[in-house]
């Protein structure tokens, strides 16, 4: 049932994806039964199904299309101001922050007016689920266009990050605080705000292991950008950004769950220190110290390649293709001479090596060999280096394409280039000395060519055969 | 590619080390380092054509490289460690096939091979050699066999020299323009320096790293002499950087160290790698 409240939106479908994925899903899956819940903001149906499982959900979407699409749950259409406080919630939803829940008929609501309406629907002891976009997180960093200049239907108040979202997650939990509703639990996000598929408490960023959680975060975000452009890698940013110490402070959304609490009491949803989707869709649970310690292969593998250490490089190689050989070396963990799988759920990647290889040039990267360039060789001299005696066949690379990477291949291309030139020039001028020598050498054979002795007796062979003709002819 | 690859039979060593036929080594994609040096891996004067690989010895080698704007310099080690691998010295006692006469067995070492600081086709070597051989001659406690380059070994009178005073050998000649090259080169160099328990030379040279690497005690002493237009600061700079290696009776420990670090020991490629490497690649 919809039920217009006003300031709805007759014509306009949301342009971005709503709130959703695995993850999300399994947060909202565990949630107690029998209460009240609000989805504030666009979410994936799915999501709204599996809450509407015996719990008695409410949507709030500004767009009458959305809403129209939406399962059959009491859905409120319109703009954020017109939600009243007449009904109140067991638990508030708002996975995709509270930048969509305005329309264009509000007056623009800043983050704390919004999250200010959204608590006063939520009963006394009620829950916020709250996703906050990190204007500075990686998604942000890497992202090839400025929020502030965007040109999409629902821009009409862009303000990038002139706005006053904070900006840290102990601002954030300070913020809500402020509002009276205590942070009960907090987790960074990653890949993107709308649909993390990995979350991460600050106290497990802090305490780590770095190393797998860095790993973890890679993972999380190169399957993000199909297709898409980039700044530049967000797999090496959002990695190093981790084992930096600065993981949840560049995380691309945090999501809290807050409480409206006059006492504090039992939190309807509690966060796990690290929680990811693999790309097969399991969700795993990690509790504290059960992550494998140890360094991401794929790091390690780079940081060799770029510091020239051809002996550690070697070993990894070997010690990866005996190993776990279709296993891609960002889902790789190698501690002293063991090598484990980081998330035992992803596929069998049969042509790891040749990706790798594709990495490192399409990177960018330093490595051993410099005057090795194209892919196929590269496969070839990496397997080599792995003990592998027929190299593997070339793969597609993965990961985005980033215009820092593009532009310094354009610059390698440049110089390869200049080189091949100038190389061209050096083996022309190589070629007319070598002419010359020739045709001095043909001089010199020509003037040589049979001795003296040789020509006398040629000459009178000459003068013979003419006096027999002479004497044939007087005969005649 | 540069004549300069077949230099001792180095592109014939790596043939044979990668299993091809080291009679007739393919194409190298690059330039070999022919010999150690101070500099980027080519030897002196060497035309090199831009955007081209040098294979070098050395991590060192590769970063001096770097900073001479050739940044293509690529590690794979010396070929004669290639050799080295390939040629393991013979056991100490009783293994030996009769018919063996190359390499004698660990233990078998007697005296100094002493390489005077050698000329080449381009460059020749002047000196006191009488007073060089006086001062050898009264450091060395063993017999000295002495090493002629070829340019010094052909000069008879600088030969009949060196005769006075020791066993006179010769490794060979290197091989110019592809022509006469000795493909055996580095297996006669290491057989001889296998029988020697010291290596000694008035100049650290490519010999000296050679005889460490095959066992022997490193010397540096004598009358450093000099090459026509020599650049000394070089000669200098050498003397500056390695003293653990000058003098009559170097640490060996140190110095097998130092030697097998400029050698590239550890970065030795396995055969299908640097196969791959130097465009062998089937």
């Known amino acids: 049932m919809i039920r217009m409240i006003g300031g709805e939106m007759p014509e306009y479908a949301e342009e971005?994806?709503?709130?959703?994925?695995?993850?999300?899903?399994?947060?909202?899956?565990?949630?107690?039964?029998?209460?009240?819940?609000?989805?504030?903001?666009?979410?994936?149906?799915?999501?709204?199904?599996?809450?509407?499982?015996?719990?008695?959900?409410?949507?709030?979407?500004?767009?009458?299309?959305?809403?129209?699409?939406?399962?059959?749950?009491?859905?409120?259409?319109?703009?954020?101001?017109?939600?009243?406080?007449?009904?109140?919630?067991?638990?508030?939803?708002?996975?995709?922050?509270?930048?969509?829940?305005?329309?264009?008929?509000?007056?623009?609501?800043?983050?704390?007016?919004?999250?200010?309406?959204?608590?006063?629907?939520?009963?006394?002891?009620?829950?916020?689920?709250?996703?906050?976009?990190?204007?500075?997180?990686?998604?942000?960093?890497?992202?090839?266009?400025?929020?502030?200049?965007?040109?999409?239907?629902?821009?009409?108040?862009?303000?990038?990050?002139?706005?006053?979202?904070?900006?840290?997650?102990?601002?954030?939990?300070?913020?809500?605080?402020?509002?009276?509703?205590?942070?009960?639990?907090?987790?960074?996000?990653?890949?993107?705000?709308?649909?993390?598929?990995?979350?991460?408490?600050?106290?497990?960023?802090?305490?780590?292991?770095?190393?797998?959680?860095?790993?973890?975060?890679?993972?999380?975000v190169s399957p993000a950008y199909p297709g898409r452009p980039v700044l530049s890698d967000p797999r090496r940013l959002a990695a190093t950004a981790v084992r930096r110490g600065i993981g949840a402070e560049l995380a691309p959304a945090w999501l809290v769950v807050a409480q409206r609490a006059i006492r504090p009491g039992q939190a309807a949803v509690t966060l796990a220190p690290a929680l990811f989707a693999g790309p097969s869709g399991t969700v795993t649970e990690v509790s504290g110290g059960s992550l494998p310690a140890g360094r991401v292969l794929e790091e390690w593998l780079l940081s060799a390649a770029l510091g020239r250490d051809l002996p550690v490089l070697r070993r990894l190689l070997t010690g990866w293709m005996t190993e776990l050989p279709m296993a891609g070396a960002g889902n790789v963990l190698v501690d002293g001479d063991r090598y484990a799988l980081l998330d035992p759920a992803v596929p069998d990647q049969p042509d790891?090596?040749?990706?790798?290889?594709?990495?490192?040039?399409?990177?960018?990267?330093?490595?051993?060999?410099?005057?090795?360039?194209?892919?196929?060789?590269?496969?070839?001299?990496?397997?080599?280096?792995?003990?592998?005696?027929?190299?593997?066949?070339?793969?597609?690379?993965?990961?985005?394409?980033?215009?820092?990477?593009q532009e310094a291949q354009l610059s390698a291309l440049r110089e390869r280039l200049a080189d091949a030139e100038e190389r061209c020039r050096f083996f022309e001028i190589e070629l007319e000395k070598r002419e010359a020598e020739l045709g001095r050498a043909k001089t010199q054979i020509a003037a040589f060519s049979g001795n003296l002795g040789y020509r006398a007796a040629k000459a009178g062979l000459v003068l013979a055969r003419a006096a027999r003709n002479r004497i044939r002819k007087g005969r005649s | 590619m540069h004549h300069g690859n077949h230099f001792y039979g180095h592109a014939h060593v790596l043939a044979g080390y990668c299993g091809l036929d080291p009679a007739s080594p393919p194409r190298i994609d690059g330039y070999l380092q022919h010999g150690w040096n101070v500099v980027d891996g080519l030897g002196g004067g060497t035309p090199y054509a831009p955007g081209s690989t040098i294979f070098v010895w050395s991590e060192r080698t590769r970063r001096r490289a770097w900073s001479m704007n050739r940044p293509l310099a690529t590690v794979i080690g010396a070929p004669f460690l290639y050799l080295l691998r390939s040629e393991p010295p013979a056991p100490r006692a009783g293994l030996r096939s009769e018919s063996d006469h190359t390499s004698p067995r660990e233990g078998e070492r007697e005296g100094t091979i002493w390489y005077p600081f050698h000329g080449w086709e381009g460059q020749q070597v002047s000196g006191d050699h009488h007073r060089l051989i006086d001062e050898i001659t009264a450091t060395e406690s063993g017999p000295i066999t002495f090493c002629l380059y070829w340019n010094e070994f052909e000069d008879r009178r600088i030969r009949a020299l060196y005769e006075r005073a020791g066993r006179v050998v010769c490794h060979g000649y290197r091989g110019y323009m592809r022509m006469r090259t000795d493909p055996d080169f580095l297996r006669g160099q290491l057989a001889e320096l296998r029988r020697h328990r010291r290596v000694a030379s008035n100049r650290l040279s490519t010999a000296v790293f050679y005889g460490v690497a095959a066992g022997c005690e490193p010397a540096v002493y004598g009358d450093p002499m000099y090459l026509d237009k020599e650049d000394t600061p070089t000669a200098d700079r050498i003397r500056r950087e390695w003293p653990e290696l000058h003098g009559a009776a170097p640490d060996p420990e140190t110095a097998r160290k130092i030697v097998l670090a400029e050698l590239g020991d550890g970065h030795l490629a396995t055969p299908a790698e640097l196969r791959a490497i130097l465009g062998w690649a089937a």
């Open chain 1, 16 to 220: 971005h994806p709503p709130a959703g994925g695995v993850l999300l899903r399994h947060l909202l899956e565990r949630l107690p039964t029998g209460i009240r819940v609000l989805v504030a903001g666009p979410h994936e149906p799915t999501l709204v199904d599996v809450l509407a499982d015996r719990r008695d959900v409410t949507c709030l979407v500004r767009s009458q299309p959305d809403a129209a699409a939406l399962p059959d749950v009491t859905v409120l259409c319109g703009t954020l101001s017109k939600l009243t406080d007449a009904d109140r919630y067991d638990v508030v939803i708002a996975l995709d922050g509270v930048g969509r829940l305005c329309s264009p008929e509000d007056t623009p609501l800043d983050w704390a007016e919004s999250v200010r309406i959204l608590a006063r629907s939520l009963r006394p002891g009620g829950t916020l689920l709250l996703t906050v976009e990190n204007e500075l997180g990686v998604h942000r960093l890497v992202d090839t266009g400025a929020a502030a200049s965007a040109r999409t239907g629902d821009a009409w108040h862009a303000l990038g990050d002139l706005n006053d979202v904070p900006g840290r997650p102990d601002r954030l939990a300070a913020a809500l605080a402020a509002e009276g509703l205590p942070v009960s639990a907090l987790a960074a996000a990653w890949p993107r705000p709308e649909s993390p598929s990995l979350l991460v408490t600050p106290e497990t960023l802090s305490h780590g292991p770095l190393d797998a959680l860095a790993a973890l975060a890679a993972a999380a």
């Open chain 1, 352 to 405: 790891a090596l040749a990706r790798f290889a594709h990495t490192l040039l399409d990177g960018g990267y330093h490595h051993p060999w410099p005057g090795v360039t194209d892919v196929a060789r590269l496969i070839a001299v990496l397997a080599g280096a792995a003990g592998i005696d027929t190299p593997p066949d070339t793969s597609g690379s993965d990961g985005p394409h980033g215009r820092r990477e």
